[in-house]
Every structure is written in C-alpha cells, then in structure tokens.
C-alpha cells in the first residue's frame, strides 16, 4: 500500500510541476512557458493604467496584444521592459519569480522591445548602432571584423536582410527595423516586444516582416506583438489577449476567433444612447477637401486622396485609432501644413496660402491635439491665453494693437472664466500650474468666442474628467446648433458616436467609409477602423 | 616680398604657427569632448585664464613648469565643475553658464594674481618649460626644427590627435560616448550611463581646457596679465565647428588659425602700415561660409546642448 | 498667482546680489581688508561726487544698450550674442558719416549718425537672423564669429584708411552729446538709453506686436498655430536688437569716447547678456542691473586707491551675481521646485479641478 502511496504523490507532485511551466499547444505539442505576468496592476496616482492584467507567453509563439489607445497596453510594455514598476503583481520568467528593476535587468532576462519609434542614432552605422552599450569581451578596441561576422551570421539566421555598414540615415524604415531587431537578438533576447511595428511600413515591407516573425519563432524565440490592426493581427498571431480600459478581457487562439468577435470585445459595446438630435443633412458645405494628398508615402503620418467636406451646423466625426493621418489632417485644415496634391475650398473658395494666420481670419477655430505644446503659452497667465487671439480687436485696444486696455483684457478675461467655469485662484496666474481640465476649457473658451465657422476639435476631451467632458460635449453642441460646422477628431470612439451626424473612418492616411451618426453601425465601423472591411471575410 | 619668400622666414612662420597652433588644438579638443557629449561649453576662455594663472604660480612657486601644468589641468576641471552642476544637474541653459564661467573665472584669476604679487604695471615673469628636441627627427633640414624642436606639451597637443581619433572611432567607450551627444534617450535605454558619461566629458574639457591655458602661461610666454588668453577660447570653439567636429578637421582649423595669427604677425613686424586685420579676419569668415554652406545638417552631435532629463512619471 | 512669480522673479536676483557681496567680503576679508570700509570707499566712488555720479551714470549708458538689444531679442527666442560687433558697426557708421558729411549743422549731423548707427548695427545683427530661417543655423556662433569680424574690421579703419595721426585711432568727432544738468552733468546718452527703455517696455507689453514676440519666445509652436507670424517676428527681433546695440554704439562714440580706438566698446556685448539674464529679462530690470553693474565699475577704483585692494574684487563679485543668478533661476525653475512652491501657497486655498 505505501508504496503505491508514495508513487501516486511523486506522479501527482511531478504533474504539478509539469503544468506549471509546460502546457500542451493546439497541436498536441508540448511548450514551455517562457513568461507570466499575474495580476499586474499600475496606478499612477489614483488613475489606473492596468489593473488585475494577466498574460502568459509560450516559448515560440507570437502573442497579440490587442487593444485601443488608452487601454494599457505601454504601460504593461513598459512594466515588462524594466521602466516602470508594477504597483502589485508579479512576473515569473520560466517559473521563477522575477523582478524586472531596470532596462538592463530586462535585456539580462532576455527581454528586447523595439519601440513604435525607433532607438537609432542616425548618424552612425548600423554595425555601431547594434553594438552600442555591449561588452561581450574584456578589451576596449571593438573588434569590428570578428564582430561583424558575428552579426552577419545572426542575421542570417534569422533572415534579417541587411546592410552593415551603411547609416541610419541611408537605409529604408523596414530596414531600419531590421537593426531594431536584430540589436534585441545580439543582446540574447528570448522575447522580442514589437509595438506597432507595421504603422510605418508598406505593404511589402509588412510581408518581409512577417516572414522575419515566422523564422523567430522556428527557432524558438517568442514574439508580443501590439498592434491594432485586424488583419496583420488574424494573419500572425497564435495568442491574442485583448486589453480594454486597462485590464485584460480575454486571451483567445486565432483558430477560435473571428475579425467581428475582436472588434467587440475592444470597443465592448453594442448600443449607445444618444441624448440630443443629430442632423441628418446639411444644405452647404463650410470647408471641402478634393483628393488631398499629403505625405503620400507615410501610412501613418500622411493623407492620401481624400475627399471629405463638413456641412454648415453638423458634427463630422472622424473615427480611427491614433496614428492614421488624424493630425495631418487636423494640421491641413488649419493651415499648418500644405497639401502636396489636390484642393481645399474654404466657403466655396479655394486656398491660396497655408498659414494659420489665413484660416483663423476665415473663421476656423482650433482645439489641437497637444494643448501645451500647440495651443497655450504655459508661461503666460490664464487672462493673456484667453484673448490671445483678440488682440487687434476695438475693445481690447487702441489702434489695432498699438494699445492694450490692460483692464480691458482682464474684463473679456473674466467674462470667459465665468462663462466656462474656469476654476483657476485668479486670471494672473500661470497657465502652466492649472490642471489639464481647466487649460483645455482655456483653449475652449477662446476658441469658441471666436464664434468660429469651422471648429477644429482634435482629442478634446483627453485628460478631462467626467464633469469637463459633458461640459466641452455641451459647448460643441451649442456651437453646431448656432450653424457652426465641427470637425471632430478624437481617439476616444464612445465621444465620436455621442457627438458625430455622420462619422468617417481614417486607417492609413484614408478615408475607408462614411456612416449616419444616428443609429450607427458600430460593427461595421469598429471594423473599418481596424482596417478591416465587413464581408472581407477573415 | 622679397623678405617673405626667404626659406628662413617660411621656417619661422611654420615654427611659429605649431606653436600658436598649440593651445588652440588643446582647448578645441577639449571642447570637442565636450560637445560630443553633448554640452556646448562656451566658457572656454575663463578656464584657459584661470588654468593660465594656476599654471603661472604653481610654476612661480615650484620653478617646475610641469607641475604648472598639473595645476592648470586640476583648476581647469574645478571650475569646469560648476558649470558641469548648473547645466547637467540643475538644467541651466548651457550658453549662459558658460559665459557666466568667462566673466567669473577670469576675474578670479585675477583677483589671485593681484593678491599675491601685488598691484604693479611690471610684469613678474618665471621660467619657461624648455623645449626638448627629439633627438633624430629634429635634425631634419628645415622641417625637422619646425615639427620636433617643441616643448613637450606641444608633442601631447598633436599627440592628443591620434588618439582622439582612435578613442571615438576605434574603442566600444568612445562609441557609448558619442550616442550620449546624439540620442541620450537611447542610450539610457541601452544601458549607457548619460549622467555620469556627462560629467566625465565636462572633466574632460576642463581638465585639457586648463591645460591649454596653462600652456600659454608656462611654455608660450613666462608672464602672466589679464589679457594672456584673449579670446583664443572662442577661436577653439571655432575651430570645432570648422573642423566639423572630427580630430582631423579641428586639427587643421587649428593650423589655420595658427597660420594666420602667425603671418599676422610676421607682417605687422616686417611692415606696419600693411592692415593686418584683413589678414586676421579670414578664419572667422571661413567658420562663417563653412556654417553657412553645410547648413544644420552636418551642425554637430544631433543632442548638442540639451539638457537630459532621466524619465519620470 | 502672478504677484507670487513676479515676487520670485525679483527675489533671485536680489538674492544673488547679497550673496555675492557677502562672498566678496569674505574675501576681502580673507586677504586683511576691512569690508565695510573697502564697500563704503565703492559706494563713495559712485556716489560721492557730482562728477562720481556723472561718470557712473557714463559707465552705465553703454550697458544699457547692449543690456536692452540682448533683452529684445531674448524675449523672441533669440540669443542675440553679436551685440559686440553690433556696437562697433554702429560707432563704425556714425565714424564714416561724421567724417564724410561734414557740411552740416551739429545736431543734424548727430541725428543722422546714430539713425546711421542704428542701421548698421540692425544690418549686422540681421546677418545671423537670415542664416537661422534661411538655414537653421545657430544664431550664436554666427553672431560671435561676426564680432570678431566687425572688431577686427574697425582695427583695420583707425589703423588704416580712417587714421588720423601716428597713434592707430580715428580723428575725433565734431558733433558732440552735451552734457546735461549742471553741476551733475548727466550725459545725453544716458537720456537716450532710457527713452529707449521705455520704449521697448511699451512696446514688449502694451503693443499687440510685442505681445506676440513674447508669444514666440515662449512657445514657438504655439504662436505659429495661433496664427501669429513668427519668422517675421523671429526677424524684426534681430534687426531691432542689432539697432539697439548700434545706436549704443554711435551714442557711446559721441558722448564718451569721440574717436574709435583699440579697445573701444570691449566687454560690453557680454554683460549686456548677462545684464538682461539677471534683470529677467524686463527692460526696468535691465536698466537697473545696468546702472548696478556701473556702480560696481566706478567705485571699484576708488576702493583700490583707497584700500590698496585690487579691482579684480569688485569684478569677482560682479562675476559671482551672474553666477548665482543664472543658477538661481535656473533652479527655481526646476519642475519639482516649482511643485514646492506651489504647494507652499497652495495648501490653504485649492484649486479647482
């Protein structure tokens, strides 16, 4: 009996282990687990960036992290890559715990991350990029041909096509990708982190790339892949683990999934309860874009062949994840860049010059992307960013600006504090020491004071809480009632479905499809918003 | 003319030239560390007074022109300290420091100066390093006086070259260096300290920035006064941009310069009536054309005076 | 609240002010000198006389023109360092009308000399501004390239073509800055400098234009989104602050030195940087650490005929204000320290999210 006893607790003890760090993949074939992260959770302050996030990567496979901005996914990179650390949760590299301190710490664990932007220096060579910071041997001249061999070799392993001894600045972006790779190899790494990695590619360049992922994973190295494309991510991924507002939905086998199902559970909504009438068709057009071309070349920060127009008194929302010509396009019809082809006709009348200075005496007002950087002077107080824009007029001075009624400027100043419930000590203080929310209902107050004929609003509510967002959704709305046309660009779908009359999809520099605001087609357009188009099958 | 196409007066001149050449090299190299790193220091000049001074009394004191220079290196990277503080740690604005260092510096060396001798217009002048020829080279005909009858700072100085040049293209330490001066972010997360690799460039620069000083003070000529530098710190500086740079270039912008103040010189002794400063002004127009032709493309280490701030969230 | 900035801003320099003396008694203290005697010997060789006050404010005028070009172009983003060659070009122009239009009346010719300084320190100071929105250059080294050029070029004019006599100098100036308000003979130039101030106070914060210059200094990007034209205002900065720094020159010519000579406007181009930085930038400012900085000059003099202490005392401590101030500011400044004063004011009332 006791020996049957102890020989059932061995087995039992020996499955234990077994299925600790080993499962048993689709096709019957045994993988180790290389990483787990259990219960990762980041908070920076009272926000929470992850929350309860669990993710395990197999030996070999290409796991998909899918999710819209916002939803953690850099924040769980960086965790991973030794950035920043988890606020609890912990990390077990081939079982065993670990703790990731440092970037250093993560390369000696065998983790590389080749960044959505790459960390190149341009003006040295690609052989000195991919060994810059490494000591593999103890003298202090670089062994440049013993060394260069080693890399050609690895390169070649892994069928990485590249050019050794040209510069950064010479070679293409896939190839400069290449570099990124193969620098996260020549370190040892056993689980490269690709963040967007297809964002700035073409076509081809993509395919190259995908063959580059198959070979990694043939021998055996495991790949994260982020991205928000449908599908590049049906087509490469074994694992996918969907990410929404911070914590991990659902991780699921491609084999199991579908293009419609991911698009749910990223949006996770079905319905959406509109409180306010949308216009359904407008009589003209305030501002109109004929094949307007920009950049033609870049896929996620150029416009090609777009033609869109905004009505007089309804709300274009333009839908799409970050990265797909948005700000291009916002800059273009403010007049901060110029189109390489094609027109834009501003009520009715073509364009001659883009500058900003134009635009803003047509009548367009601008919410920028980037409140501090594009549209406040952070060291000037609240009074002067509010009137910024009036200096000319009669009533804040004398002359068309040869004098400014200083009490004048801090009347209009207050007027449009009071009016936009600027919380602030007083209009003398600086812009900079206000919290986003009140800079951003700033930018608003002055924006549409103007009222504007055509109101720019990219992002408008990013870093608001819920009370500023009603709030800036409420003076929009105002603005589009009064005969104002809207531009709405924002990240965030749920704003684009509330506010939009009609919603266009963006995805790589293109328009893909225009919807009804009123009662949209939300499958449809989540899936045009990941590039993917219903019916294209899967 | 006639006097100017002598073979002894061509000597002369070249002679003359490595010389002056000398604390321009010194100083310019010093500088390039610097701005391979990343930090544009324009207080050169107030390290050269002050490196001069300490050379000067150190020398005075010791009669050992050698320790002069010791002492020169020492007070260069003092001073070169503040200014490393301010603008690495503090995040001050690298232009201004480094002229605050120009204002300061040399007033302090002054200040010593007058404390110890005392106000008089007579200059107190000590011993010179000898020059030490090498022993084959030096017999050369005309050449060989020119290149290798120098004290041995001038040797170091040209020395300095080579190995500048192995340091930043043929060793792993100068390669970390110079990503520190082009994309400090990505060096961080490669591992490669930025802060520290910061610190060791402005030692670096204050250290050789005091010696070139020193040099003036203890091998060019025995006295010291408040003019012995005269803007020769900005000339290095010069010199960097013109010589785009590399160890090469900053080389022979440095023999220009040399070239020129030497002919310059020669010319006013020979002839005083010819306008001289003509003649002076061609290597500040050449910096100029050169900067203005090659345009900001080719304008030096990509993170050249920005300051580094480690991430925070 | 702005009264805590505007508190702050004129904290860290009365500070380093302090400090520095403090230090600088210290020192003479260190070498055997009574301070306060060696500091009340300063004050008397500024202040002392009717003609130690007339000197101080001649010491001063210059400061404050290379002090106000340096604080214009500030404001715009600029970092204006050629005041130097500015100067000299201004002195070189009104040098070359002086002697060619000799014709006319006195105080026409005057005007037209520093009109003529005025245009020949805005065509230097142009010169970097074109390089830098043509082709990106650095204005900086540009600008101190150009003063060694203009320096050297002046060399070669009262060495050459515009020597007058065996001594390298020019002949002296006819037309002449008087001298007002007897007995404390207040030189002309100082009037001027300070209109000037005025002037460039007006307009940096009563004028729409100036309010935009501002704009682009603090925020590049935001400026050109909110339509304001930044590559003209980038380049009205330069020529103006270029004007500045001539008519400083030309004033500098007739009311002080009458001939041009070696060392002739030598140091100026720098301390009006550093009297700009340390005057926050504001024209007021400026004109004060201007008139201080003289002060510092004047008596420094005094005090070494008096105390036997040596002048490079005074310039010891001059040196130390900038030091401290620049790392003053540069340490307010700091993200963090500004968190700690916020706070510090803040935990009573707060602010609304």
Known sequence: MDIVCINIYDLLNAIKQVREWKSINASGVCMKEILRMENITKKFGEVYANKDINLTIMEGEVHTLLGENGAGKSTLMNILIGLYQPTRGDIYRYGEKVKIDSPSRAVKLGLGMVHQHFMLVEAMTVFENIILGVSNDKSIFIKRDAIKKEIIALAAKYSLDIEIDKEITEISVGAQQRVEILKALYRGAEVLILDEPTAALTDIEVEGLFRIIRKLTAEKKSVIFISH?????????????????????????????????????????????????????????IISLENVSFNKKSKHSGIRDITLAVGKGEILGIAGVDGNGQSQLAQMVTGVISPDHGEVLLHAKKIAKFIPGYFIAAGVSHIPEDRNKMGLIGAMSVKENLVLKRLEKPEISLGKGLFLKKPAMAKCAGDMKDKYDIRCESIEQETRNLSGGNQQKIILARELEENPDLLVAVHPTRGLDVGATRFVHEKMLDSRDKGCGVLLISADFDEILKLSDRIAVMFEGQIVGVYPGKNPPIKEISLAMAGKQMGQGD | MEAIMNVNFIQELLLSMVRMATPILIVALAELYSERAGMVNIGLDGMMAFGALAGFLTCYITNNPYLGILAGAICGILVNMVYAFCTITLGAEQIVYGMAINIFAPALASFIYKIYFGINSTLISNTLMSAVPIPFLSKIPVLGPVLFNHSPIVYLAYLLVPFTYVFFNKTKAGLNFKAVGEFPKAAESLGINVIRKKYLASIICGGLAGIGGAYLTTCYIGTYSDGVVSGRGFIALSAVIFGRWMPGGVLLAALLFGFTDALQLRMQVLNSGTPYQLLAMIPYLCTLFVLAFFGIKKAGPKANGRPFFKEER | MNTKNNFIKIAVPIIAIICSFL???????????????????????????????????????????????????????????GAEGQFVMGAVASIWISTTLTGIPAPLQLVISIVGGAIAGGLWGVIPGILKITRGLNEMIVSIMLNYVAILFMGYLYSGPLREGSVPQTASVTARLARLFSPIRIPAGIIIALVLAAVIYYYLFYTSSGFKLRTVGLNRTAAEYNGFPVKKLILISFIVSGAIAGIGGSVELHGTQFRLMSGFGEGYGFDGVAIALIGQLNPIGTVLVAYLFAVLRKGATTMQVGTGLPTSVIDIIQALVIVFAVAGSAFVNLPKIRQVFTNLTGKSKKEGK
Not at chain 1, 230 to 237: A, D, G, P, W
Not at chain 1, 246 to 252: E, M, P, Q, S
């Open chain 1, 229 to 285: 494309k449908m599908r590049e991510v049906l087509e490469i991924s074994d694992q996918i683990t969907i990410l929404r507002g911070g914590r991990t939905i659902a991780t699921l086998a491609k084999e199991n999934t579908d293009a419609s199902e991911l698009a749910n559970l990223m949006i996770g909504k079905e319905l959406v309860t509109c409180e306010h009438e949308k216009v359904t068709e407008t009589k003209e057009n």
């Open chain 3, 23 to 81: 230090v600088g008694a210290i020192l003479i203290a260190c070498i055997g000198g009574n301070p306060i005697e060696a500091f009340s010997y300063l004050f008397r060789g500024a202040f002392g006389t009717a003609s130690n006050i007339s000197d101080t404010f001649v010491k001063a005028t210059p400061l404050i023109f290379t002090g106000l070009a340096a604080t214009f172009a500030y404001r715009c983003g600029v970092f204006n360092l």
